[in-house]
């Protein structure tokens, strides 16, 4: 009773400040496009009998990168449903535009780091090979809409530092061509070789904004425009960021309502935000209030209800509805059933929205945030 209780107090705390609006816009966050993990069924077996416990960590057992059979899958079901301007659901992409090129790292004796194009890394994947023309073609469907999610979701420094002492899980993660490995021996501790931002002193600080600024860069090369939003991985950022990242023409940060800032003593400071907010900069947070992540759950069919609550607080706060739904309750790479039921359940949590609420507008994160600039 305490934790439902705790749950619903939850719901209206994240919607009590900030920006307001009549309107009943619902804006679907999906992260970690792009980004490699898991690389095949026949790894994640290896993983298995190698005694790395993959199948206790959702991100493990499940996401890949989506192959065009997930893509095409995923793009016939967000079209089938209509706002009340015609618009079809779109999800906001959050895109890593780079991984780690394997054999280059290999080839250099570990000593120096290197990573390649998302373009070139779709080439190496069975089924992916035309997954940008697939990402081109559902961003003119207005399905699919590409922001930054960072150059490469991978700490770079801790990587081949690992790498360089020949560190045992970092070393297997490298042979079988993922980002890091999580633990042997310790299940259900994850992979914080992905905690891409995290640093423990002022130059690796610096190297850090570096890699975002690439990545922003790369990201302009990649889709010719650039990244209004921005969402740090695993919400960790610095705002002493914020200057050079608006610089380089982000207006909105999209994530959680606190943020966390590492500490050169290895802890963490916690940054609260709230959705309107506006920084030293005038970058504009869009703080998440809804989930949809049925592939971190037991109990999958009670995410859609989950959901909809969420957005029903949100509306009753005169809030918009900003969903986070990851990549990994969309891929099927690795196990099929994983995409097939949750598709299930995004088609049932679609079909509720447009009904529940007739008047419903989809939009992608910057043009919330630019409806919500005009207002501020």
């Excluded at 959702?58 to 009340?84: G, H, I, M, P, V």
């Excluded at 490298?174 to 633990?183: A, K």
């Excluded at 891409?196 to 850090?208: E, N, P, Q, T, V």
């Excluded at 570096?210 to 889709?223: R, T």
């Amino acid at each position: 009773m305490l934790k439902k209780i705790r749950k619903t107090a939850g719901r209206y705390l994240v919607n009590i400040p900030g920006w307001r609006t009549d309107r009943k816009i619902v804006v679907i966050e999906s992260d970690d496009w792009g980004s490699i993990r898991m690389p095949s069924r026949e790894v994640y077996e290896q993983c298995l009998q190698a005694g790395y416990r993959v199948d206790t960590i959702a991100y493990e057992r499940y996401d890949s990168l989506a192959s065009e059979k997930d893509l095409e899958l995923l793009f016939e079901l967000l079209n089938q449903f209509r706002d009340c301007h015609g618009n079809p659901a779109v999800l906001t992409a959050n895109v890593l535009v780079a991984n780690p090129d394997f054999e280059r790292i290999k080839n250099g004796g570990f000593s120096d780091y290197f990573y390649e194009p998302v373009t070139e890394t779709f080439q190496k994947y069975p089924g992916h090979s035309n997954c940008f023309d697939y990402w081109k073609q559902g961003m003119e469907a207005g399905l699919f809409y590409p922001q930054s999610h960072g150059r490469e979701h991978l700490n770079v420094s801790m990587f081949m530092s690992a790498l360089q002492e020949r560190d045992r899980d970092a070393m297997f993660g490298f042979e079988h061509g993922m980002p890091g490995c999580i633990p042997k021996g310790e299940p259900g501790r994850g992979n914080r070789y992905v905690e891409s931002l995290r640093y423990s002193s002022a130059a690796d600080k610096g190297k850090k904004l570096s890699i975002v600024a690439e990545g922003l860069d790369l990201f302009e090369d990649l889709f010719g425009f650039r990244s209004a939003s921005f969402i740090p991985p695993n919400h960790i950022w610095s705002p002493d960021y914020d200057e050079l990242i608006s610089q380089k023409g982000v207006h909105y940060y999209q994530g959680r309502r606190k943020m966390k800032e590492p500490l050169y003593d290895g802890t963490i400071q916690l940054n609260t935000h709230y959705l309107g907010q506006q920084n030293s900069q005038g970058q504009i947070y869009l703080t998440r209030n809804a989930m949809f992540e049925p592939s971190l759950f037991k109990d999958k069919a009670a995410q859609v209800n989950r959901c909809l609550k969420d957005i029903a607080v949100a509306f009753k706060l005169g809030k918009p509805a900003i969903i986070c739904s990851h990549r990994l309750n969309y891929i099927g790479f690795i196990d099929e059933k994983n995409r097939d039921e949750n598709l299930v359940l995004m088609k049932k949590l679609l079909r509720e929205i447009t009904e529940r609420w007739p008047d419903v507008e989809f939009m992608n994160s910057v043009q919330l945030g630019k409806l919500i600039e005009q207002r501020v």
